[in-house]
């Protein structure tokens, strides 16, 4: 408590410090200039017309070589106007920040919003199994410290990818048509008037809008994708019109855009690795392979030090009758290696090969109305409708390692015991077939306006709503082979194997002994409303502006199963294991699946997936519970200029408080009784920031930025979930309501020297400090604070907690995620350089970008916090050589990332165990040709994601010990679009 006190009147004091800077500077600056991107900092109505749809007029006094900057003046267009306009917008603006704009309507440049913000330094793109850009993380955070927003208001989406789960503030581009953008902007120093939830930046995603063209116009685009993998077809359309009366003081949009998709993923997966659990009579009786005094291992200790033990070699088998499993047969069946290493050979839990196929269906709507009766008045509405149907017929075959009953010969291992190649006897698989099915909408309506009273005296409102929901569908079909003896290997990227079996045969023998099956589902709901104002007096440059805002975010996600209680035992009377291979086709990857609408339809799935019962999580490991956040913000900002040795600075300072309540609420099980518990929490924050840009040469600007950003808690780790570990109720498992927000104190250091056209060069240095990074901890609490009747406690403790001076004194060790008590350090540097070469060849230019980040921690609880930081790059580039000329284009990128630690250590009970993410790199290539003089000027396209086909690969803890895999193939689109 003392350190928030200390803490808020520390920001208060820079906040009026700040303040008082500002307010002079405010009078001491030179005559006012044209209004720049600065402005359009301050809310999300004023990016309303960004950079690209009205390019600001030069003033006299500027240079020849300022002037030549212009938007106005340049005649690029396509890709290269694209740029023009970041550069642009980046020039004039007064903190850090970066743009992305699309040249027309329906022209954004790149197929996916995350692959655009790929090519802006310190942009970490996470990408889905199926290579899709998925979301993205900003210098160093995860993607959860990224606030994201559309026209300025908050974005909370339901959905979640294909291995991602989504438990806390992640936000999924892929459901956002690119088509409907014009502008996407990434801001990686704060203003006050910005939305507060971001403490790594802020990406807001502005939609197009009726004055965003000059004329009426409509615009067509029609494409097809083929995937390598899927091997089908993926046809999308999309038709965008828009219309101004004819004083243009009022216009309509309207956009519809559908997408047919076909998934194709081929992969790996193993679930992590394991070793032995040899019995005693494996492990005793000494080994002459080792020197003498070290015999290995003594009587009753057990083979495996290092933990694991998932594999349990039997002691005999039927193959091998009259033989006796013990330490002295493993030996002789795997010469060369000793107990010891027997019992430390690495094998993959379960192994198996995956394949995905299915559809990934969009349909989109995008509508907005602006009225500008007068040159005082600027209202509009924009409403956003997305509908996702996504199937996925998953399937793996899997060689049990995890409670396998393998038996070793000939086996070799490596220096990390890491199995090389081996003979298994008793080997067993079992085919996972996962049908998932999953519908996701989302809508939003953004109602706003800006009014002028005076020349410097401008009102900015906005509401906005959104809601989002998902239902997936998700069962599980699960059947065992025969006994075989096979042959593994593991010299590559992943291992393989040979059989007798037929794993594409249904009729080799496959049996529900063993098996499963389940009916899982899934349903979330997230649901946001917000509304801001904002007062703004002095013009554009100069100014003072104060602001309030409201915002609520909700969210709920409930699993339901029926995990083999009532679907399972009915499913195996109607297709008993005599049955089972009428149920069973050949698959497309070598081994079997299962003919779905068959069985769903002769074991009634539907009823039984339609009553299940509401449990504790979902399958995707999302547990089951919501939370309910009021937040309330007001906000000071002063924007202004002053001449410094004859050089413009301009500045941006202010402060925002931000208090937040909120409600947490989930299922509590205690003594058997199920009851939804709702715990509380609040707390506030100021956050003062402050930018300067001065540009001390005519094409050279430099920045500096300070300043106080904040992400709210995972609510995942903040609800009830409470659990009793013991008889004595004196150990509990719970979430913390009482965990406080992640705090960053920022500060940036950079410039850039512009060259002409759309061409800079960039670099800055940056310096995160973050409090309140969590970790898992203990809390010794009250038993009263942990909100549990005491009455819904078993006796025994019941009477555990009276004999410990009873319900209002007693206390219990609480383990939950805390806040820790020490400090996350980032470090970093970002380059760019965007470079024309029209003096190489007319048209031709270069863009490349590079960032590097060093992560420490500092404090008290610094070791425990280490390591905590997982999916993070340390370096990551991107690169993209391009050419246009008035009918033709091309353009190749490359983007690369550094592999990042995935996890914690301890991965499968094997304590140095850790995953890691490989290095990987993605080759596209756009390209477009104008026919020109025909109606429309269509604009013929090629593109091909991946060209190399690159896939993507974690491992764990050693490099050949593959973690998963997945080929998302090369995809190759064609299309058409053009403007009438």
């Not at 002789?332 to 198996?352: F, K, S, V, W």
């Amino acid at each position: 408590m003392e350190m928030l006190i200390a803490r808020t009147v520390l920001s208060r004091s820079l906040s009026v410090a700040l303040l008082g800077l500002a307010s002079g500077a405010v009078f001491a600056q030179a005559q006012p200039q044209q209004p720049t991107s600065s402005a359009q900092e301050q809310t999300s109505s004023q990016a309303s017309q960004p950079p690209a749809a009205e390019p600001a007029a030069a003033p006299a006094e500027r240079t020849e070589s300022e002037q030549i900057k212009e938007l106005d003046r340049v005649v690029a267009t396509g890709f290269r106007q694209s740029l023009e306009y970041s550069t642009q917008a980046k020039r004039e603006s007064t903190g850090f920040t970066d743009s992305i704009f699309a040249e027309d309507m329906g022209k954004f440049p790149d197929v996916n919003i995350a692959e655009s913000l790929a090519r802006i330094p310190g942009i970490q793109l996470n990408r889905d199994v199926n290579g899709e850009g998925l979301n993205v993380a900003i210098r160093g955070l995860p993607n959860s410290f990224t606030k994201t927003t559309i026209n300025g208001a908050s974005v909370a989406t339901a959905s979640i990818g294909l291995d991602s789960t989504n438990q806390n503030r992640e936000v999924d581009l892929n459901l956002f048509p690119t088509e409907f953008f014009s502008q996407i902007k990434v801001s990686k120093s704060p203003t006050a008037a910005l939305t507060e939830g971001g403490a790594a930046g802020v990406i807001d995603m502005r939609n197009v809008r009726p004055f965003d063209r000059p004329e009426s116009q409509l615009t067509y685009i029609l494409q097809a994708d083929y995937n390598d993998i899927a091997e089908k077809a993926s046809p999308r359309g999309t038709v965008i019109g828009s219309w101004l009366n004819e004083d243009k003081t009022f216009g309509v949009l309207a956009g519809v855009t559908s997408a047919r998709g076909k998934l194709g993923v081929e992969g790996y997966e193993t679930v992590g690795w394991t070793n032995p659990n040899l019995t005693n009579s494996q492990c005793v009786g000494g080994d002459p392979n080792t020197a003498p005094g070290n015999q290995f291992p003594a009587m009753g200790q057990p083979c495996n030090t290092t933990g694991g033990n998932g594999w349990r070699i039997p002691s005999s088998i039927a193959s091998r009758p009259g033989e006796v499993i013990d330490a002295q047969w493993l030996r002789d069946h795997n010469p060369g290696l000793t107990t010891a290493q027997i019992g430390e050979a690495l094998i993959p839990r379960l192994g198996r090969p995956v394949h995905m196929s299915g559809d990934r269906d969009r349909d989109s709507f995008l509508g907005s109305m602006q009225w500008r009766p007068n040159e005082n008045v600027d209202m509009y509405m924009d409403v956003l409708y997305t509908k996702a149907e996504r199937s996925n017929d998953r399937i793996d075959m899997n060689l049990i390692g995890r409670n396998g009953a393998m038996v070793p010969t000939n086996m070799q291992l490596d220096a990390n015991n890491v199995v090389t190649s081996a003979t298994f006897e008793n080997a067993q698989y079992f085919l996972e077939a996962r049908p998932y099915h999953e519908e996701v909408q989302y809508w939003q309506v953004t109602p706003g306006g800006t009014f002028y009273f005076a020349d410097d005296v401008k009102l900015d409102v906005q509401g906005s709503m959104s809601r989002s929901w998902m239902r997936r569908d998700s069962p599980t079909i699960l059947f065992n082979s025969p006994l075989t003896t096979i042959q593994y290997t593991n010299n590559g990227d992943i291992p393989s194997w040979t059989t007798d079996l037929d794993l594409n045969d249904p009729n080799i023998g496959w049996t529900w002994t063993g098996g499963r099956v389940w009916a899982q589902n899934e349903k979330r709901v997230t649901e946001t409303s917000g509304l801001n104002a904002s007062l703004q007096l002095g013009d554009d440059r100069n100014n003072v502006t104060f602001g309030l805002a409201w915002d609520e975010n909700y969210r709920t996600i409930v699993g339901f199963g029926d995990t083999g209680t009532n679907w399972q035992p009915y499913a195996l009377s109607q297709v008993p294991t005599s049955e089972l291979p009428n149920y069973i086709t050949p698959g497309p990857f070598g081994f079997v699946t299962v003919d779905f609408n068959r069985f769903m339809a002769d074991t009634n799935y539907a009823f039984y997936r339609d009553n299940a019962g509401e449990s504790s999580g979902a399958n995707t490991g999302a547990p089951t519970g919501g939370f309910d956040e009021a937040n309330t913000a007001a906000f000071m900002m002063v924007n202004g200029e002053s001449e410094i040795w004859n050089r413009t600075m301009r500045f941006n300072m202010g402060v925002r408080y931000a208090q937040t309540d909120q409600q947490i609420k989930g299922p509590v099980t205690i003594n058997g009784v199920r009851n939804y518990q709702t715990l509380s929490g609040d707390y506030a924050e100021w956050l003062p920031s402050f930018s300067a840009a001065w540009d001390v040469a005519d094409n050279i600007v430099l920045r500096t930025s300070a300043s106080r950003t904040m992400t709210r808690p995972n609510p995942s780790s903040m609800l009830p979930a409470t659990t009793f570990t013991d008889i004595s109720a004196q150990i509990a498992n719970q979430g913390n309501p009482d965990l406080t927000p992640y705090i960053s104190t920022n500060f940036d250091i950079g410039g850039e020297w512009y060259t002409g056209g759309e061409g800079f060069v960039g670099v800055t240095l940056f310096n995160k400090r973050i409090e309140g990074y969590t970790y898992q901890g203990v809390t010794t609490r009250p038993f009263t604070s942990l909100g549990i009747p005491f009455e819904s406690l078993t006796v025994d403790q019941q009477r555990a907690i009276n004999n410990r001076g009873g319900a209002d004194v007693a206390t219990v060790n609480v383990q939950q995620q805390v806040n820790a008590d020490a400090e996350l350090e980032i470090r970093g540097i970002e380059l760019i350089w965007v470079q024309p070469l029209n003096f190489v060849f007319e048209g031709l230019g270069f863009m490349a970008n590079f960032s590097k980040l060093n992560i420490d921690t500092i404090g008290k609880d610094a070791n425990a916090l280490a390591g905590n930081v997982y999916g993070v790059s340390p370096k990551m580039w991107n690169a993209t050589t391009y050419w246009e000329n008035d009918i033709a284009s091309v353009r190749l990128s490359y983007n690369w990332q550094e592999g990042a630690v995935g996890t914690g250590p301890n991965q499968q009970g094997i304590p140095f165990a850790q995953i890691y993410g490989e290095d990987r790199g993605q080759l596209d290539l756009s390209s477009s040709y104008t026919l020109h003089g025909i109606k429309s000027e269509p604009q013929i396209f090629f593109n091909v994601l991946n060209i190399t086909g690159e896939e993507r690969r974690s491992f764990f803890a050693y490099d050949n010990a593959v973690n998963d895999m997945y080929d998302p193939g090369t995809t190759y689109t064609i299309g058409v679009r053009g403007t009438f």
